[in-house]
Each structure stands twice: as structure tokens, then as C-alpha cells.
């Protein structure tokens, strides 16, 4: 179906109807969905590696032979800076006997004593069951802080008050995650506008594309197996809303300027699709397709974001071309008010670029020395991209939210009075016959602070040692500690050793995003490349903008690194730069998308120079806008207290902005007017004859 039949759908005299009962069904049938979202959300994922990493194999030859294992452990903690009294430890007597009503099988482990005899902490399994543990865990965290004696500092820690302390600290935060969201794409919308109507009108669209998207999301997550968790729901909100909004701010704007040329409001938006369709939905394909490159990761948290965004994009694309377009049209111009366009016969005659003042003085500031503009815009990127240096890859435990939570506490508690490794060990799994030498191999690795008794299976084929380390679970040093480890029991012949445990999972966490890395950031960077290529019809051109875009994204970690370390989080959760990565090339990409699109269709008019200058002019202020419309949305992320979901935020945050601001405005126009028309080679745009007349102009926008 060729762009002008799909443009008079929705901008239709009856088409509109068409297009609104269709909507209506749809929202009908996709809210009471959206509202189940929550059902299936497994953050399971979130700290999930892959099957063959040698934690997961070591996880799952404990859980088949040692069943107990499958409980996640509860660990109190008590300390007085003065030393323990009588009534400290009677308290502690008392804790472990109410504690062991909510302890698998009633196991509480005895107390142990910190050498200074200032702490004392004792440990327990939890239910398997989550609705079990939760409860559990709540009640022991109560009886903690209920009835202490003065001055006894306790804590409650291990992964069951971990897992606890992350959906406590998450209760309510989706709420306020949309409102946030929408409550900023909402003010943003009334400035751009300075309609008292209008801004309402893109706001509800939005709302109805993000149900769409909860829908299908909770469909494909009921019947078809796709990941969901806390961290990709978060993201499908903002993905829905900025670019959905975005795509809403460039319609609207060439729906007003087909206004004043068209005294048919239903032509003026069958103009305005046509003429923004190609554009658009080269923008969606640029993002969903970049996001759906996240299925080659081996990390399933990684791997489960890509579908979920691609979804919350199909859908911002499909309500933003059929449901607004047919909103528009119904209410009318007065929409407009008290800006309303009006029909001006000689309107299709005139130079709009006029109406444009701000952005025709840059447009001139970048056309009379377009080499000094690039350069020093590329010299202000890569200054900005030495701010890298404040941030190091790798979050500790106890850095993952924005307060203290009670098992960050007890982990503190843990570290001053216990060698560091004791609430994490080393686990190692081996063949029962061949114990010793595990035990003996694993007492001579340096950094190895203290090796356990061996327990054997039920079945007596497999034993488990615990192998305290040396330094912090989270640390570089534990994490090397591992790898010496590894390699001393992997020698033993027979043995079939395994090592897992906490700092295990981190050493192959970190190994899994590197390999993601490398693989996927050359992949999106091939994708965008020839869906440019395609857009564009130009080798050079595309050429052109992956520079531009990659020089952006270092200039956003380095200038995110500075706002991160004033913030207090330099420390980088390990997936970061590779999803900040691919949401600053597929989302930046956008803004050089839509003035280039519109650079080419100019050119092919009045050449490329004025061509260049007339597309930044015309489209300068709407892009803009969009750029802070998406840019405010995902700094929305701050309002939730888990670090990476605010390092995201703020990293995508400053990356877009930069694509707006210099980038898109400064950048790339300079860039191609010093090249010249050889920026369209080998297209016909680079030929020194151009044409005199127009191509239908599909892929404009302004």
C-alpha cells in the first residue's frame, strides 16, 4: 500500500470513524491486559547468567544434590560498638528461637561470635515460596527493630533481605515512574505549545499506545515466554512515551504547516502523513531493530529488554500515525487556539523559513564557516568525552540504591567485624572421592582466608566446600581470588570441579557483558548503517552520522561521568555502557534522521547548500523539542531508588540532549556543507546538475 492510501485512513472524512472505533476496541481490550503486567514479571532475571557460565552449572549441581541449597539465607546481625552485654546476647537467644517458626525445617544456625566481641550474627533458610519468604522476611525485620536493648545496632541481610529490601524499595515506584513520566512530558508539552487544549491531545494518545504495549508485552510474557522484569517494564514506559511524544511533536508540526496551505484540514493531514510516514517509520525501524540486536546477548536481563522495547515502539509508532492523526482531525483547528493556523492562499508561495528566527540565525552562524563550527563542536565533544575517567565499571552490593536499605546495613555490619568474605564464600563442588585435594588445593591459593568442612550429597557422589575469601564479595580482589581458585581445581584429575558463590557470579557476569559488548555494539552499528544507507541513498552521508553518533555517545559517558560522580554513583552497574550505548545511537540517530531526510528533499529543489541551511531552519525548533520531550523522560528514571535505573537515566539523559544541541544543530550540517554535495555520493544528489523539480516528498518533516 503506497504512503497516499495509508495517509487517508486516518485523515479521512469517514476513515477517521474507521480509525477511532478500531482504537476504541482496542483500548478496550488492552487496558484490563496492561493492569496485568505485574502477573508476569520475573526479575529472576535480573541477576540470571547463562546456562554454560561455571556459577550456573555450579548452582545447579548443588540444587540437584544438595536441596537445601535452593533456600535463600537470612543472616541477623548484632553489634555494639562498646562490646556485647548479657542482654545483647540474651536478645540474640530470644531472636533465634522466634526466628527458627520461620526457618526451613527450623534449621537456625548457632551464633557466631566476631573476634573483636562486639558482634555476633547467626543465619537461617528462608521458604522457597515467594509470598512465604516476603512475609517471613518482613517479620523478622520487624522484631529487629521492636524492643532492642538501647544502643545494640542490628541488621537483617543476606539474599532474602536483599530480594526483599529490592520489592520494598520498588512497591508503588511503577506508579510513580508513569506519573513522573507523564507529569514532565506534560509541562514540556504546554511550553512547546502554549495551548491551553492541544497539549492534552499527544498526552492521551501516548497513554493509550503505553496499554497497547503493556498488552502485548503481558500476551507474549503469558504465552510465548518472553522475559519480563522491573528494569525492562520501567524502560518500556519511558521508550513508549518519549519517542511516542516525539513522533507526536514532528506530526503536529507539519500538520500546522500544511494548515496554512490547505483550507481542508483533511488534505492538510493527508499531506502531513505523506510527507512524514517514510521518516517516522525509518526512525521506529532505526530503534525496534537496534533494540531486537539485544537478542544475540547471552545475558537474559540484556536479552529480554530488546523484544520489550521494540513492542513499546511498534506501538508509540502505530498509535502516533492512525490514532492522533484522526483525533486531529476531528476536533479541528481550534485545537490550535490561541495560535490557530489559518489558510493563506499565498501560504504555499512563501519562504516559512522566515518564521523561524532563532534558527535561521544559526542556520547562518553554521553556513558562514561551516569548518570552524565542526571543528570546534568535535572539540567539544571529545573534551567532554574525558570526563570518562570519573567513572569504573562494576557496582558493589552496597552502592545499588539511592538510601540505605537494612541488608546494605548488615553487610556493613558484616565487613568491620568478620573477614569480608563470610556472609558471601566461595562454594566449591566437587566429586566426593575427590575432597582432600580440593580442600588442600583450595588452602593454597592466595587471597583464600579460610576453607571449610566438606558436606557430602545424600547420595554421597558430590561434595560442597565453602571457601571464605579474603577480600569484599564485590571486590577486585575476590573476583581474582576466584580465578586463581578455579584454576588450582580444575587441575585435579577426577575432581570435576565447580566454583560458584556470589563473587563467582559477578567474575562471569562481567565476562558475559564483555562478550555482549563486542558483539553487539559492531551489530547495531551495521543495522543503523544500512537502514541510513537505504533512507539516504548515499554511502557518504551515513558514513557521516555513525561518526557523529559514536563521538556523541563518548561525549555523553564523559559528561555523565561528571554528573555521576557529583551524584555519588561513578560506579558503573556492568550492563550499563552497553544498553546507554544502544539507546543514544537508536534514539539519537533520529534527530540527524529527520533533518537529513529533509536536507535530501530540499536539495533536490534548490541545491545543497541552501538545501542544508533551509532543512536545520524549518526543522530546528520541533526537533528540539523532541529531543527534550525524550530526553526529560528517561531522566523521569531518577525518580526510582535502584543506581543503575538512575545512571541510565542520566547517561541517556545528557547523551540526547548532546545529540540535539550540538550534534543534530551544529555537528552534522557543518560537517556536510564543508563536504559539500558530496555528502549524497554516489546518489544523483551528488551530481553537479540537479533536478528542478521535486520527488514526492515522502520522508520530510518539519
Sequence with gaps: MSWQRLAGVPSGR?????????????????????????????????GALPAGAESSRAAQRAEAAFPESRRQLAIAVYVRDSGLTAADRARVDADRAEFARYAEGGAVSPPVPGADGKALLFSLPVSTDD???????????????????????????????????VFDAFGGMDVALLLATAGTVALLLLITYRSPVLWLIPLLVVGVANQLAGAAVYLLARYADLAVDFQSRNILTVLVFGVGVDYALLLIARYREELRRHADRHAAMAVALRRSYGAVCASAATVAIGLLCLLAAD?????????????????????????????????????????????SAAAADRDHAA????????????????????????????????????????????????????????????????P?????????????????????AARAVPGVAEVGRPQRSADGHWVRVPAVLAGAPDSAAARDTVDRLRAAVHRLPDAQALVGGRTATLVDEQRTVTRDTRLIIPLVLAVVLVIL????????????????????????????????????????FVSIPLQAFLFLVALGVDYTIFLMTRAREEAAVIGHRAGMLRALTVTGGVITSAGLVLAATFGALLVLPLVPSVQTGVIVAVGILLDTLLVRSLLVPALTLDLGARTWWPGRLSRPTQPTTPPEPVLAIA
Excluded at 512475609?135 to 533481605?161: F, I, Q
Excluded at 569480608?420 to 580440593?438: I, K, S
Design 420 to 440: 569480608q568474605g563470610m556472609a558471601a564464600p566461595a562454594e566449591l563442588l566437587a566429586a566426593a572421592g575427590a575432597a582432600d585435594q580440593v580442600v588442600a
Design 299 to 343: 545475558l537474559p536481563a540484556t536479552r529480554g529488554l530488546g523484544p520489550v522495547g521494540a513492542i513499546g515502539i511498534g506501538a508509540a509508532l502505530l498509535a502516533m500515525t492512525t490514532l492522533l492523526p484522526a483525533v486531529l482531525v476531528l476536533f479541528g483547528r481550534w485545537l490550535f487556539w490561541p495560535f490557530v493556523p489559518r489558510y
Design 533 to 572: 544507507v537505504l533512507l539516504l541513498r548515499s554511502l557518504i552521508a551515513p558514513l557521516l552520522l555513525m561518526a557523529s553518533v559514536v563521538l556523541s555517545y563518548v561525549a555523553a559517558m564523559g559528561a555523565a561521568g561528571l554528573l555521576l560522580d557529583a551524584l555519588g554513583h561513578p560506579h558503573l
Design 131 to 165: 509470598d512465604a519468604r516476603a512475609e517471613a522476611v518482613g517479620a523478622m525485620k520487624d522484631r529487629l527493630v521492636d524492643g532492642a536493648p538501647p544502643g545494640l545496632r542490628t541488621a537483617l541481610t543476606g539474599d532474602a533481605a536483599a530480594e526483599h529490601d
Design 14 to 46: 469517514r476513515g477517521r470513524y474507521a480509525a477511532l472505533a478500531l482504537w476504541l476496541v482496542l483500548l478496550a481490550v488492552a487496558g484490563p491486559l496492561a493492569l496485568r503486567l505485574g502477573e508476569v514479571q520475573d526479575n529472576s532475571t535480573l
Design 355 to 418: 518564521d523561524h528566527g532563532v534558527w535561521r540565525r544559526i542556520a547562518g552562524l553554521v553556513g558562514g564557516r561551516p569548518r570552524a563550527v565542526w571543528v570546534g563542536t568535535a572539540a567539544a565533544l571529545v573534551a567532554l568525552g574525558l570526563g570518562i575517567g570519573n567513572l569504573s565499571l562494576g557496582l558493589p552490593d552496597d552502592e545499588s540504591f539511592t538510601t540505605e536499605v537494612g541488608s546494605v546495613a548488615g553487610q556493613r555490619l558484616i565487613a568491620a567485624h568478620y
